[in-house]
């Protein structure tokens, strides 16, 4: 487990890794992959140096907090609907603030490019009023989407660039 000063402020423990470290092992994790049933508990755990836990046979993942209000998480689990899928997120530690900058490297075009460069055709996922609210990639046998997110100033305009807030793999 992490741990905290006496401050309440975020302290890494020797096993935890860093934001920039979760997106690049999740490259690595996708690289590795052919399809959704090549991440075992034991391939996710040997790409993500980290310590899986097992639910059952389909739900196992890992969840770590980060400095800056941060938090990040892996998992694997079974939706009826969909079938198995892998999502990995950010996400701000209740009741916090926190900068999409504390988790922007790589940012959204870097890591987006990457699984480019792994064959992945790329695909924008518009909602309502045409808004942009996540890119896909696709190559035989395996999906990625990766959702955006933005610092923005009170103006609503973007305050930096834009950076991963989550990751599902189907």
């Known amino acids: 487990m992490s741990n905290q000063a006496t401050?309440?402020?975020?302290?890494?423990n020797g096993s935890d890794i860093t934001a920039k470290q979760a997106l690049q092992r999740m490259l690595e994790l996708i690289r590795g992959s052919k399809d959704i049933g090549d991440i075992t508990p034991e391939y996710m755990h040997k790409t993500m140096g980290v310590e899986i836990k097992t639910v059952d046979k389909d739900e196992y993942g890992y969840g770590q907090r980060l400095a800056g209000n941060w938090a990040w998480n892996i998992q694997h689990q079974q939706i009826d609907s969909v079938g198995?899928?892998?999502?990995?997120?950010?996400?701000?530690?209740?009741?916090?603030?926190?900068?999409?900058?504390?988790?922007?490297?790589?940012?959204?075009?870097?890591?987006?490019?990457?699984?480019?460069?792994?064959?992945?055709?790329?695909?924008?996922?518009?909602?309502?009023?045409?808004?942009?609210?996540?890119?896909?990639?696709?190559?035989?046998?395996?999906?990625?989407?990766?959702?955006?997110?933005?610092?923005?100033?009170?103006?609503?305009?973007?305050?930096?660039?834009?950076?991963?807030?989550?990751?599902?793999?189907?």
């Open 84 to 170: 198995p899928r892998v999502d990995f997120a950010f996400g701000a530690m209740p009741g916090t603030q926190a900068s999409p900058a504390d988790i922007c490297e790589p940012d959204f075009a870097h890591f987006t490019g990457e699984l480019e460069g792994m064959g992945f055709s790329r695909h924008s996922s518009r909602g309502e009023h045409n808004r942009w609210t996540y890119d896909y990639f696709e190559r035989p046998g395996l999906r990625v989407e990766v959702y955006p997110i933005t610092a923005m100033t009170d103006s609503g305009e973007p305050a930096g660039p834009t950076c991963v807030k989550m990751i599902l793999v189907r």
């Open 7 to 12: 401050s309440g402020e975020y302290v890494p």
